[in-house]
């Protein structure tokens, strides 16, 4: 048995007679494609499509439980209830604080399934509210290569594509119109993206997160998640890949890295660098 309790998370209901449509215009994930009992990813953007508020989501028996940071909590109220104008939509905090994540063990009653980490061939499940302590939940990030907002990346300076919100379920390319749709749309549609969330390894001890990584001379990235020899990273993987067919080493700071494109994105290293 293996469970963390996230104390900075926090919960949000959406519910009323227009939170699908309402939602479903706004945000980056597909709900009529949502199945119950999962929790898919997902994002508020700004009008340039870079990444506002992220979160996961979930279908409930009123209309459907949203999971974020608990500091971004009622910003996230703030801004969706500037768009609800006159629909039909309650916006309501959940009384219960922090949440559990439960691997290795059978489903808890009251939980939903992480599709990000079913993607990696892991079974994880959150539920609002509990107790303990967070161990073990940022290693299994970084071996699944699932990013995490505010560690991984700052928020209003990240796309979808750069944490593979496009591969894990968290971006719809079909649904239609959303705020920054129009910009993630051409990413896709040019095939533009360059940074990528990768998993890092080293033979040591990982530098402190936020620490340079480095080939060549050239900044491509910096350190997200860290757990001792592993973590996350969001990189130039056309430099990165050029780097690699070249046989030059990736540093952060002096720590030599492995790096690699999560399994389950499909994704290849570009070997060409493209412009800035």
Same mark, same amino acid.
């Given at each position: ?12 209901? +959406? ?58 909590? !009622? ?14 939509? !309650? ?31 892991? !079974? ?21 290569? +699932? ?9 209003? !300076? ?119």
């Amino acid at each position: 048995m293996a469970r963390a309790f996230l104390a900075t998370r926090g919960w949000l209901t +959406v519910s009323g007679p227009d939170a699908s449509d309402f939602l479903q215009g706004l945000i980056t994930t597909d709900l009529d494609s949502l199945e119950p009992g999962v929790a898919a990813p997902g994002a508020l953007l700004t009008p340039q499509g870079k990444i506002m508020f992220f979160f996961m989501i979930s279908k409930s028996d009123s209309g459907f439980l949203v999971e974020t940071d608990a500091g971004s909590l !009622d910003a996230l109220i703030k801004r969706l209830t500037m768009y609800k104008l006159r629909a039909k939509v !309650d916006l309501a905090k959940l009384e219960a604080t922090g949440a559990t994540v439960v691997w290795d063990e059978m489903q808890p009653e009251g939980s939903t399934k992480d599709i990000r980490f079913a993607k990696a061939g892991m !079974d994880l499940y959150r539920l609002p509210g509990g107790s303990g302590i967070c161990e073990g939940y940022d290693a299994l990030r970084a071996q699944a290569g +699932v990013p995490e907002a505010g560690v991984d990346f700052p928020l209003q !300076d990240a796309f979808p594509h750069d944490v593979l919100l496009d591969k894990s379920g968290g971006v719809s390319f079909k649904k239609g119109c959303y705020v920054g749709q129009e910009v993630v749309s051409r990413m896709q549609h040019r095939s533009t993206a360059r940074r990528r969330l990768v998993t890092v390894a080293a033979e040591s001890a990982l530098p402190a997160s936020g620490t340079e990584i480095r080939t060549g001379g050239k900044i491509i990235g910096a350190l997200g998640t860290v757990a001792d020899k592993a973590g996350l990273a969001i990189i130039r993987i056309d430099r990165a890949g050029a780097a690699m067919a070249a046989g030059t080493p990736i540093l952060a700071g002096e720590t030599p890295l492995t790096v690699r494109l999560p399994a389950w994105s499909g994704l290849e290293f570009i070997t060409a660098e493209g412009e800035d």
